[in-house]
């Protein structure tokens, strides 16, 4: 990283910039990003120092936007972008010294009353949210951070926790006397819509008021442990390399909305590749025939046209809860991607399995997983995964559709509750269909732990892969289409 940092510098000797800090600060939010798994290339990064040279320097958005329009090349990394430069270029400076300070000033000044007061506290930010003031809301975030957030420790060094703050202000309880002071200030009752539209809003408000407390609790810790630790550990992955297993609501809405991109994109790589090896086998015949112009020299060979393989494509998921969410995205991506494959068949199973094909030929992904989870024979027992019973019925009762161009893929987490495995079924599909595949979503470290069968599996499937997240699954789905 100091190479680059030289280079850089180098670069720019002969005109070197008026304000050398955000120089500086711009070469080391590039290098948080590289760090952070972003591909900030080193392209990026001269063009991010020569953009401070068409920008409004004291105009933070607009060299937030600069930077960023440089730097960004996906929608995705824009979060962990904005995160990096709240922290390296932050709206206001905290240091180590403020602390010092605001025990001196509590030293001398005695608490008012409304301070200890918790009732009075939340009466004053109610007031402050209702106004819809930014500049205030920012304030009053920034004040309940120093009342409330504030912990020195046995060795006199101050400390700012996140979840002190949240303890003595509920958001939840905010939000609920907002509307209830709204409520009771109409002169009438609110409709349904007013009230909604009144919801929205001020969730906003107490949505950016929590980003600055969190935005404060930052600066506090870049200014006690340095930018570069905090920034090592701020920044998440991309959303598309996020283990399926561990995902919140919003970000498995998140992305979802990834998923028709992405099988976009897939679908292209899918058309080049086939497009280059478009030509067969040399055909030897017309190969001599032609040559017979040029003194019988094979200056121009001819190939048989080759007919570009759509496999047929089985789908074997388990959707009970532990792999529910990463069956969903699967069932998602490959039906995006339907037209790669002259056949795909979906079949869902818990302790007892279903083909569930034809609710998902619409394209409506939502509405097929929820008449699936309704409409579908998947439970027979208890509702628990049973991979014996699942497979042998998958056995009994299609077995006979696969042929040599079929690829089955099995998705789940071989945790089958220390019942049959069945595993003959798996050798009996293996000889039928071209290849079997088995997407394990769990991290390999933990296959054969507890109730898990996946190496017993694994024998007899050409390949049991882990695949944690979106980026991994749409890896694998590229490979086989």
Known sequence: MPKDHDRLHTLLAEEPPPLSGVLARVLDLVAALRRAGLPAAQAGAIDAVRALRHVELLDREQLREALASVTVTART?????????????????????SAADLDDT???????????????????????LGSGDDQAIRRAAREAVERFGRVEGRDGRVAYFQYKVYRAIDPQRLLAELLRREQDDSDSDLSPLEERLL???FERRIRAFR??????????????????????????????????????????????????????KLATRVAAKRKIGRDGRLDIRRTVRRSL???????????????????????LCDVSGSVASFSRFTLQL??????????????????????????????????AMRRMLVEAELVWLDGHSDYGRALEGFHRDYAEDLGPRTTVLILGDARNNHRQSAGWVLSDVQRRARHVYWLN?????????????????????????????LQQLAGFVERIA
Request: charged content about 35%; aromatic content about 10%; hydrophobic content about 35%.
């Open 106 to 128: 509590e030293e001398t000044q005695e608490p008012d009353a409304d301070d200890l007061d918790p009732d009075a506290q939340l009466r004053s930010l109610v007031e402050v």
């Open 199 to 201: 919801r929205d809003e």
């Open 334 to 367: 490959v039906h995006a991607l339907q037209e790669q494959f002259s056949t795909v068949r979906s079949f869902a199973f818990i302790d007892a399995l279903d083909e569930v094909t034809p609710w998902f030929a619409s394209g409506e992904v939502d509405e």
């Open 77 to 97: 990394q824009r979060d962990a972008f904005d995160e990096l430069f709240d922290l390296y270029f932050p709206a206001r400076i905290v240091t180590p010294s």
């Open 211 to 264: 980003q600055e407390v969190d935005a404060q609790i930052r600066r506090h810790a870049a200014a006690d442990r340095g930018l570069e630790q905090v920034a090592d550990r701020l920044v998440r992955p991309p959303i598309e390399e996020r283990d399926l297993f561990h995902l919140s609501r919003e970000e498995q809405q998140e992305l979802r909305a990834q998923i028709r991109p992405l099988a976009r």
């Open 293 to 315: 112009i040029t003194g019988g020299v094979p200056f121009e060979p001819t190939f048989r046209p080759r007919r570009p393989h759509k496999p047929e494509l089985f789908l």
């Open 441 to 469: 979503p769990e991290p390999r470290r933990f296959w054969d732990s507890g109730d898990s069968i996946a190496s017993n599996y694994a024998r007899y499937v050409d390949e049991m892969v882990e695949v944690r997240n």
